[in-house]
């Protein structure tokens, strides 16, 4: 989060963090695998990305230039000067080498990029069901940086 001009060696935990996040014991259980899981699953990425945005750690080096694990291959394939300096590929990287070495040695739980839909093509005819029961979404978590750009996940 954007801590202002006054606090910004500080990072800023929601009280949702205590509810959500994973302890890196589970990493490669309960379905997850690094291509289609959140990068915040985990405390350890979490905090990774928030200090990441602490001046006196990232230096002024580390961006935003990727939001996805596909987008994170696609700078890898197409920009690698970004890449290595990108908060998400540093993220996706450092739970990729501990999900290897550490909670499933030398297998880990990379996974492989889910294939988007096409959107292009009709979708098939269906009957009509009953209505479905009012579900509530999961909150997003947003930050604003310094520039003013809000980054949800």
Do not use: M
């Amino acid at each position: 989060h954007w801590r202002g001009d006054n606090a910004t060696e500080e990072t800023v935990i929601c009280p949702l963090s205590f509810e959500i996040r994973r302890p890196l014991s589970s990493v490669c259980g309960l379905g997850y695998n690094v291509a289609n899981s959140k990068l915040n699953t985990f405390w350890a990425t979490d905090l990774l990305h928030r200090a990441f945005h602490v001046p006196t750690v990232s230096l002024g080096q580390v961006e935003h230039y990727a939001e996805d694990y596909a987008e994170v291959l696609d700078l890898a394939k197409n920009n690698a000067s970004l890449s290595v300096v990108d908060s998400d590929a540093l993220q996706y990287f450092a739970i990729d080498v501990w999900a290897y070495d550490i909670a499933a040695p030398g297998v880990g739980c990379s996974g492989e990029p889910e294939e988007e839909h096409d959107h292009d093509t009709p979708a098939p005819t269906t009957t009509a069901a009953a209505p479905a029961a009012t579900t509530s979404s999961a909150p997003q978590e947003c930050h604003t940086h310094a520039d003013g750009v809000e980054h949800c996940t």
